[in-house]
C-alpha cells in the first residue's frame, strides 16, 4: 500500500485546509485510514481515523469539532477538512493505514505511512 498525502500550506489562524491521502496498491478497502501529526520536539499525535467501508470516524480531542474526515471510494482519497485552524495546529500532517476494520489511535498499530505534508498556522 502506497499513500500520498497532499494539501498542506501556510495559513492564517481561523483559516481552512482540506488534506488529501491518494492511496494506492493493495486492496485499501482492508484498511482504517487514520490522520496523525507530529510538531517539532513533540510526540506523534493521533488526529482522526475512519475505514472506507462504513460510516464510522474517530477524532483526538483536540481536534474534535473542528476537523473532518471524509473519504472518496472513487478516487481511493482520504480528505482531512481543518477548520478554525489555531498555531498550535501546526505540525508536519501524515496519513497512515491500518489493516484491519478497528479504529486505533496509538500510532504504533499503523502498518503504512505517507511522506508528510507540512501545515503551519501563523497567528
Known amino acids: 500500500v502506497q499513500l500520498q498525502a497532499s494539501g498542506g500550506g501556510l495559513v492564517q489562524a481561523g483559516g481552512s485546509l482540506r488534506l488529501s491521502c491518494a492511496v494506492s496498491?493493495?486492496?485499501?478497502?482492508?484498511?482504517?485510514m487514520g490522520w496523525f501529526r507530529q510538531a517539532p520536539g513533540k510526540e506523534r499525535e493521533f488526529v482522526s481515523a475512519t475505514t472506507w467501508i462504513s460510516t464510522l470516524t474517530y477524532y483526538g480531542d483536540s481536534v474534535k469539532g473542528r476537523f473532518t474526515i471524509s473519504r472518496d471510494n472513487a478516487k481511493n482519497t482520504i480528505y482531512l477538512q481543518m477548520n478554525s485552524l489555531k498555531p498550535e495546529d501546526t505540525a508536519v500532517y501524515y496519513c497512515?493505514?491500518?489493516?484491519?476494520?478497528?479504529?486505533?489511535?496509538?500510532?504504533?498499530?499503523?502498518?503504512?505511512w505517507g511522506q508528510g505534508t507540512l501545515v503551519t498556522v501563523s497567528s
Open positions: 497512515a493505514a491500518r489493516y484491519g476494520y478497528n479504529l486505533r489511535h496509538d500510532w504504533d498499530q499503523y502498518d503504512y
Open positions: 496498491g493493495g486492496t485499501f478497502t482492508d484498511y482504517v
